[in-house]
């Protein structure tokens, strides 16, 4: 079944700095990917979800990047802020399947440098 | 507002002693999940369920069981619980394929 692998584990950059986030996929024919934001003690919430026709998407102080021919998923942060600071997740949706299942990559801690 | 409501938030259990997790949802979603959560592991998917009635095993589902009564509820049993099932559990609900999931604030378990 597909493997997702996301790195780095944990990240830290100052206020106003960007970073990224990466994950690689190994099904080709995946074609749903997602990034939650999980806060401390909460529950993941959808951050974007990116369909495999478009390889930039833009939210609020972040781009999803998709690269299909490397199998690669980027989120970068833009300007980091403190409400940046949580636990980020991919998340890539199990082709043909019926289930809707997601692979979740392990997570990467993004904090910032006081 | 549409929701993926947990209980308990949090519980303390002994070894070998019978855990409920529940799950309610009020988003009209036919699937439902359980996963849990370990530092290092990320996400891993226990049970699920297309529709009421009916379970299916995810990719960890030993030592768990689950139960799906109705479309709103979906719990999740530990019949014995052990040691190494100390997790957060978390459960969650999507509309159909190839989309995103709402999900609960999960529930910490400790068996102690």
């Known amino acids: 079944g597909e493997q997702v692998e996301q790195r780095p584990p944990h990240l830290s950059v100052r206020e106003g700095d960007s970073a990224v986030i990466i994950c690689t996929y190994t099904?080709?024919?995946?074609?749903?990917f997602f990034w939650y934001k999980q806060e401390p003690g909460a529950g993941l919430q959808l951050l974007m979800k990116?369909?495999?026709?478009?390889e930039i998407n833009e939210g609020q102080g972040f781009t999803v990047l998709l690269n299909k021919k490397d199998k690669q998923l980027s989120l970068n942060l833009t300007a980091a802020h403190p409400g940046d600071s949580a636990v980020y997740f991919c998340a890539v949706s199990e082709p043909g399947t019926g289930s809707n299942r997601l692979t979740f990559g392990k997570g990467t801690k993004f904090s910032l440098i006081p | 507002e549409a929701a993926v409501t947990q209980s308990p938030r949090s519980k303390v259990a002994v070894t070998g002693g019978k855990v409920t997790l529940s799950c309610h949802q009020t988003?009209?979603?036919?699937?439902m999940y359980w996963y849990r959560q370990d530092t290092g592991h990320g996400l891993r998917l226990i049970h699920y369920?297309?529709?009421?009635?009916?379970?299916e095993k995810g990719d960890i589902p030993d030592g768990y069981k689950a139960s799906r009564p109705s479309q709103e509820n979906f719990s999740l049993i530990l019949e014995l619980a052990s040691l190494s099932q100390t997790a957060v559990y978390f459960c969650a609900s999507s509309l159909r394929e190839n989309s995103d999931y709402t999900f609960g604030s999960g529930t910490r378990l400790l068996v102690i």
């Open positions: 369920s297309y529709v009421a009635d009916s379970t």
């Open positions: 099904d080709p024919n995946s074609y749903y």
């Open positions: 988003n009209n979603h036919d699937y």
């Open positions: 990116v369909f495999s026709s478009t």
